[in-house]
């Protein structure tokens, strides 16, 4: 067993695991799931010199780096094939105030610049959601109706309820079920559609599935951007430092076990920390979803950043710090873990109607900020790899978004770590 000093070490960044997992108040099962992975591991008794001595590995010239996982892999889903939500994940974004009043904003925008007025508007709502949050801002904005579409019985149910009680039960109404399988009464398209089924990666929530659907039946001018609420979905991605994957080494624990799930943080967890400018690697616009391909590959080129690596260095320092490290160790640990990559971290952003858009982390630099949405970060080697400025780190994104809407999105990214 670890001694007393690791133990607490120990326990301080296990905490801090518990810290990560929570974003805007809920628990995240794909952050359980891994830390629940790296615990099981049978392991030859460590001392606090094991936490605290890391042995990254230096990329000789080229080092291979690899992770893949589908989108349902340690989240909540309906039967492994669609991810869902708790009541406690959907509050969260209720609550979160960069994305909810910026929702509103568009949809009483578009309703207002209809030549018919709210009234003459008929609003499709793609998933819903229990609180039916968007199709009520549509009804009391005055839309002529609305039709909200929800896949999971419960949320649909609640709802219901919701709508009752606030009165919009003659102006709303829910449809339980998958969108691709319904048909809006009497063959009726909407005049434009809200769709916030955009997930940490922009597409694993089935926004494409359902939109190119939606393009073909339920929505009458589909080309046309104001169409859409959002009118696109954005990733992003970067390589990234990570401190608990630099302090929990093997044998102790083993991240190889994730088998590719990516760890996923709250936007503002400064333990992750980006090594370069990010890029954008996913980009789908609904107006043009008809000529969209669910299949994307894209090479990039990222280069380390000295400046990044300097002003991430004192931030570990502050992460390592309040880990109980003393502080000849946490002064090595936060160059070191500055000093390297852990992986690709991925971020969405959406652009609600060409002019208002939705950031998770601050655009354009990548920086940390509040947000219901999640950092993901694919851990793309066994123990992190040693970087400098100027290095580049070169991957292929090979995502295979399926047109099924049960089919879940698959995600591999591969490529090399490259010291010049």
Request: include cysteine; charged fraction near 20%; glycine fraction near 6%.
């Amino acid at each position: 067993m670890p001694t007393s000093r690791s133990a607490n070490i120990l326990a301080g960044f296990l905490f801090a695991i518990a810290q990560i997992t929570c974003t805007a108040g809920f628990l995240q099962t794909s952050r359980r799931a891994a830390l629940e992975k790296l615990q099981q591991i049978t392991v030859t008794p460590f001392v606090a010199t094991s936490l605290i001595q890391p042995s990254i590995a230096s990329a000789s010239e080229s080092t291979p780096i690899s992770a893949s996982w589908t989108a349902v892999d340690g989240l909540n889903s309906l039967e492994k094939k669609f991810v869902s939500f708790d009541k406690s994940a959907y509050q969260a974004m209720v609550n979160d105030q960069s994305r909810t009043p910026l929702f509103e904003q568009a949809i009483i925008s578009r309703l207002k610049s209809s030549e018919g007025g709210p009234e003459s508007q008929v609003v499709l709502d793609l998933g819903t959601g229990p609180f039916a949050l968007f199709a009520v801002a549509a009804a009391k904005a005055g839309a002529g109706k609305v039709y909200a579409i929800e896949a999971s019985k419960e949320a649909a149910a609640s709802a219901r309820e919701t709508v009752k009680k606030l009165g919009f039960d003659d102006k709303i109404t829910i449809l339980e079920g998958f969108s691709t399988d319904i048909t809006l009464p009497d063959g009726i398209k909407a005049d434009f559609a809200v769709a916030e089924i955009v997930g940490s990666v922009a597409s694993e929530e089935g926004a494409y599935a359902t939109i190119l659907d939606a393009s073909k039946r339920l929505v009458k001018n589909p080309g046309d951007a104001a169409s859409w609420i959002p009118s696109r979905i954005q990733t992003y991605a970067a390589p990234a430092s990570y401190t608990l994957h630099n302090l929990f080494l093997p044998p102790a624990f083993d991240w190889s076990k994730l088998n590719g799930e990516p760890v996923r943080f709250n936007c503002r967890d400064e333990g992750l920390q980006l090594l370069s400018d990010p890029v954008l690697v996913e980009d789908i616009s609904f107006a043009d979803i008809a000529s969209e391909k669910g299949a994307l590959k894209k090479q990039v080129t990222f280069i380390v950043d000295g400046g990044r690596i300097e002003q991430n260095a004192k931030q570990f320092r502050e992460e390592f710090k309040k880990g109980g490290l003393p502080k000849e160790q946490f002064e090595q640990l936060s160059v070191t873990t500055a000093n390297s990559v852990s992986g690709i971290a991925l971020w969405p952003r959406l652009i609600l109607d060409g002019t208002v858009d939705i950031n998770s982390r601050h655009y354009p630099d990548g920086g940390h900020q509040k947000s219901h949405w999640q950092t993901v970060l694919s851990i793309m080697s066994a123990i992190p790899l040693k970087v400098k400025s100027g290095d580049q780190v070169t991957v292929t994104f090979d995502f295979d978004v399926p047109s099924d809407v049960t089919r879940p999105s698959y995600y591999n990214i591969s490529g090399n770590v490259v010291n010049i």
